[in-house]
C-alpha cells in the first residue's frame, strides 16, 4: 500500500488538493482550520462545495485521474490530506 500526506493552505480560489494515479485512490481529508472549507470540481465555492466543518474528517474514493478541489468559506484554512492505494 502507498500511503502519502501533506498539510496545505486554502484561501478563498479553488485549489486543487489531490490528483489520484490511473488506479485511483482513496484521500482522508481533515479540516484543521477553524471555519468550514468546501470540497468539490475546480468552480467549488462556498456555496457549490461539499462543507466539511473544523475538525471534521471525510474519506473520498478517486477515480483514475480525477482531481479534486478545495477552498477556504472564510480567509485562510489549513487542512490535512492522506492519500492512500492498496
Not at 9 to 30: H, P
Request: charged content about 15%; aromatic content about 4%.
Amino acid at each position: 500500500m502507498t500511503v502519502k500526506c501533506a498539510q496545505l493552505n486554502l484561501g478563498l480560489q479553488a485549489t486543487a488538493i489531490t490528483t489520484s494515479d490511473a488506479d485511483g485512490e482513496t484521500v482522508a481529508i481533515q479540516n484543521l482550520g477553524t471555519e468550514n472549507i468546501y470540497v468539490g470540481d475546480d468552480w467549488v465555492t462556498p456555496t457549490t462545495g461539499f462543507q466539511i466543518a473544523p475538525g471534521q474528517v471525510i474519506t473520498l474514493d478517486l477515480g483514475g485521474g480525477e482531481i479534486l478541489y478545495a477552498c477556504a468559506g472564510l480567509g485562510s484554512q489549513r487542512i490535512h490530506v492522506l492519500r492512500t492505494r492498496v
